[in-house]
């Protein structure tokens, strides 16, 4: 039923909670995980030698380290586990990514760190769940 399953974290309880259904469906159905996190750059613009450079290079190093993390935890499970990080807007990542890798599943947390209303969906899982032309399951 899946083969690839894409899954964006940001280190959230309900990204986290993403992870853990992306494992458990990468290990029912035999599927790869392809996980991503995205550096929300247009928050601070591009990096070019100014003090956003600095606060970029710290979230790269932070997602890579989470993703590094989810990828010696899907090892373990036997899980087959690819990794990236990015810049951009999440919500357009998230859709090229599963392009280029055409993702069967999308499993994303129903909202993220930066997300300030208790009990809502968050913009990028809303954008995702609204524009996705494949199926996407919220957590």
């Known amino acids: 039923m899946y083969d690839t399953i894409l899954v964006p974290t940001d280190g959230s309880d309900p990204a986290n909670r993403a992870v853990e259904h992306a494992f458990e469906l990468a290990d029912r159905y035999d599927a790869e995980i392809h996980?991503?996190?995205?550096?929300?750059?247009?928050?601070?613009?591009?990096?070019?030698?100014?003090?956003?450079?600095?606060?970029?290079?710290?979230?790269?190093?932070?997602?890579?380290?989470?993703?590094?993390?989810?990828?010696?935890?899907?090892?373990?499970?036997?899980?087959?586990c690819t990794w990236d990080v990015c810049h951009g807007r999440p919500w357009e990542q998230l859709q090229d990514a599963a392009d280029e890798i055409d993702a069967d599943l999308i499993v994303i947390g129903f909202q993220g760190q930066s997300h300030e209303r208790p009990g809502k969906i968050g913009s990028t899982a809303e954008r995702i769940v609204r524009q996705a032309d494949r199926p996407v399951l919220t957590a």
């Open 35 to 80: 996980a991503m996190y995205c550096v929300e750059t247009h928050r601070y613009g591009e990096p070019a030698l100014s003090s956003a450079e600095i606060v970029i290079d710290r979230l790269e190093d932070q997602g890579a380290a989470m993703l590094e993390d989810l990828s010696d935890r899907a090892e373990n499970l036997g899980i087959d």
